[in-house]
């Protein structure tokens, strides 16, 4: 059961999460650009959250049929308006530096924007429920660092948030099942569903 939940969830939330198979000479030289800075940044950072108070992070890990495994970086519940989210998440194991790999990344890479409201998922306006970044490794457990950064919802304040995880697939704990979403009076109910 916990494994379809897991196949469901990141099925659900692939839509609006970025993977490590970007093709590097498809991106923009100013997005490389930010995301060498980014990676940089987190490379250089030397002290990192364990959690954030604006929104709650977690890496759920499933086993993949060669034997590798795929993490998922989730961010979601907000806690504040959080808008034009960017993520990055560098593997401790991977020197990205050094490889054609582009490490996994949401908001930063590709021409979307996203914006986290409280209580508030309307993705054709680009306010999704959560976002996810996903990559491979080829060890049962995995040490990610993570940048996150937003804006409020005036867009005049920056934040931006260096935190560490741990992925364990041998040890994750069960996944919670999936809360009833909250009916949004205030949008068209056909919509709801396509923020997952």
């Not at 986290?116 to 457990?141: C, D, N, R």
């Not at 948030?161 to 205030?186: A, I, S, W």
Request: glycine share 4%; hydrophobic share 35%.
């Amino acid at each position: 059961m916990r494994r379809q939940i897991l196949c469901l969830m990141a099925a659900a939330l692939f839509v609006i999460g970025g993977c490590s198979k970007k093709d590097p000479n498809q991106i923009s030289t100013e997005k490389m650009q930010l995301y060498t800075a980014y990676y940089k940044s987190i490379m250089e950072m030397d002290r990192f959250q364990e959690k954030s108070d604006f929104y709650d992070l977690e890496v759920v890990m499933n086993q993949l049929p060669d034997g590798t495994y795929r993490y998922y970086v989730i961010l979601d519940n907000p806690q504040v308006a959080m808008v034009d989210v960017e993520m990055l998440v560098i593997d401790e194991a991977v020197d990205y530096s050094q490889t054609a790999v582009i490490a996994p990344s949401v908001g930063l890479l590709e021409n979307e924007e996203y914006s986290l409201i409280p209580h508030q998922v309307y993705p054709k306006l680009g306010y999704v429920k959560g976002l996810m970044a996903s990559g491979e490794t080829a060890s049962p457990t995995v040490n990610l660092n993570v940048l996150v950064l937003w804006k409020d919802y005036a867009k005049l304040k920056e934040t931006r948030e260096y935190l560490q995880l741990t992925g364990d697939f041998e040890n994750q704990n069960e996944t919670p099942q999936p809360e009833p979403e909250e009916t949004h009076d205030d949008l068209p109910a056909e919509d709801e569903d396509d923020s997952e």
